[in-house]
Each structure stands twice: as C-alpha cells, then as structure tokens.
C-alpha cells in the first residue's frame, strides 16, 4: 500500500500504518488515544482515499480479540459508513461499500464474549441494515 499517496482529513496519510499499529499491539490506553487520531483522520468528518484503504484492516482489528479497543473500532467503522464525501462521491461509496462488505463479520460479533464489542456491532449491523447502499452517493459518470 501506497499511503504517502493517499490523502485524509489533514494531508498525507503516511502515517496511517503507525496508527494502525498502535491500535493492534497497544494497550488500552495507547490504542484508544491512536483511535481517536484515526478517526479524525479518515472517518469522523468525511470519509477520505485512506479511508477506503484503511476499512480491511480496522475489520481485521475488530476481529482480532488481543486488540483492546476493539469496540471503539467498530464504532470507527459505522461512522465510516454515516459519513460522505459529496465533493467526492466515488470515495464515499468505496468506503461504504468497504464496510458494507462484511456485515457477516459485524453479525458475528453480537456473539463476541466482550459485551462492549457486542453493544458495538448491534449498533453496526443496525447502521448496515439500514444503510441505502448504492443510493446513498449518486456517481455521476466520469466522477473521480
């Protein structure tokens, strides 16, 4: 992955991997600080290129049970799928279809043994369910 090529809220998304990291192997404390920078880079306001390329690894976290803030982000992943980017509209969709993808993977975890986790994807699989899919950004054609 090119990340310096990607851009988020604030400019080059170089520095998306190291967030990532500390999410994966950090403890509770450093993983939710590093998801609280996230989130404002590619989730929060608008939904961004390195959102798109970021969607599989935050699912790849939700899952992965040594992660501490793992309801944080699945909570990261259905303000994804609430935000745009109309300036944009082919971005959007591709995050939104990054997260609508693996709605099966949010089902499983309402089962999760973690009751924040669980309480998180309730929430997701709601978001999901009621998401308008293809219709929520109109691509016009020859949009970037």
């Keep these: 992955m090119r990340w310096h090529e990607l851009q988020h809220a604030y400019g080059s998304a170089a520095g998306v991997p190291g967030v990532l990291s500390r999410i994966a192997w950090g403890d509770a404390r450093v993983g939710r600080d590093a998801l609280d920078d996230l989130a404002l880079w590619i989730g929060e306001l608008a939904v961004f290129e390195a959102t798109v390329a970021a969607v599989p690894f935050l699912w790849d976290l939700a899952v992965a049970e040594t992660v501490k803030s793992r309801a944080g982000v699945i909570g990261l992943l259905q303000a994804v799928l ?63």
């Design 82 to 144: 609430e935000h745009g980017n109309p300036p944009k509209p082919q971005v959007q969709l591709q995050a939104h279809r990054a997260v609508l993808s693996r709605r099966s993977t949010a089902a499983q975890l309402t089962h999760d043994r973690d009751r924040a986790v669980r309480a998180a994807a309730r929430d997701l699989v709601t978001a999901i369910d009621r998401h308008p899919g293809e219709s929520c950004c109109p691509v016009r054609s020859g949009a970037a």
